[in-house]
């Protein structure tokens, strides 16, 4: 049994920890509101900016502009992985490095990542998989790194460097479930038409605004990807903090039973010593 120094040294030491991982579960819960507020948002967006796309899908210039058009067999692809820069979130990361292994051993096509977050490029750094990018979360805000990924992802596509491109993210549903999710990037996967298809005027012209509608259908596309991301991190790292403080009240409650258990048996002893002593004068 540990002596009652060393006992009331760790009670102190988880008490400090859980002090620690409430104030973390604090301020995850005061990010995540803010970033499930955002995704609410920019989830309403993407939803009427693909009403708009699946308007235009009975175009025939729509699908055969670039950023639309198949190409098969898709023999190279890139992988954008949406991790975060710090870790105390559960299984957040796990989960999408998990994921990113299944894609990396689908067959008949070589993949390369593009990595978001320094955990993904910590695991894979000194692997085999290519890595043709790389970006920490906190070097911009999420509308500035979307266009930045997005800038370089089409740029990459326009000159047949990959012939698809993919973004794997946690899909935010709540505090305590994020799904792991692949969505298609480019080619851009238009919408089916419309049941009732709306006629446009164009405003230069038709292709100005394809030309700059579709860049810009991406780009959110990505955005609400990483606003998702952001929010199931907080909403992970919540339930992680959360978790801690539980196990460390329960941790402090054992320690806390052996030091009583400790206390008694030296009571006991000295008792016993002192009994043993004075039966040894009176004999």
């Known amino acids: 049994m540990a002596s009652l120094k060393a006992i009331r040294k760790r009670i102190v030491s988880v008490r400090n920890t859980q002090q620690i991982t409430k104030a973390m579960k604090m301020v995850a819960a005061a990010k995540l509101r803010r970033a499930q507020e955002a995704v609410m948002q920019a989830r309403a967006y993407a939803e009427k900016l693909g009403e708009v796309v699946a308007g235009l899908a009975s175009e025939a210039s729509l699908r055969e502009h670039p950023l639309v058009r198949e190409r098969l067999p898709q023999r190279k692809v890139m992988l954008i992985v949406l991790t975060s820069d710090r870790g105390l979130c559960g299984g957040f990361n796990t989960n999408l490095i998990r994921q990113t292994e299944r894609f990396l051993r689908m067959p008949e096509r070589e993949t390369v990542l593009g990595l978001v977050g320094r955990k993904a490029y910590d695991f894979y750094k000194r692997r085999s998989t290519p890595i043709i990018e790389h970006v920490n979360i906190a070097t911009a805000t999420p509308i500035e790194l979307a266009r930045d990924v997005v800038a370089r992802a089409v740029a990459r596509y326009v000159a047949e460097e990959v012939d698809a491109i993919y973004v794997l993210f946690n899909q935010f549903r709540s505090a305590i479930s994020q799904v792991p999710t692949v969505q298609r990037v480019l080619p851009i996967e238009a919408p089916g038409a419309s049941d009732n298809p709306r006629e446009y005027l164009f405003e230069p012209d038709r292709d100005a605004v394809i030309e700059d509608l579709l860049p810009r259908y991406v780009e959110g596309k990505v955005f609400q990807a990483v606003l998702e991301s952001l929010a199931s991190e907080h909403g992970a790292r919540m339930t992680a903090m959360e978790n801690a403080s539980k196990n460390a009240s329960e941790m ?32």
């Open 252 to 283: 402090i409650e054992r320690l806390t039973l052996e030091m009583n258990r400790a206390r008694q048996a030296t009571i006991t002893k000295e008792l016993m010593e002192i009994v043993g002593g004075a039966e040894a004068l009176k004999g």
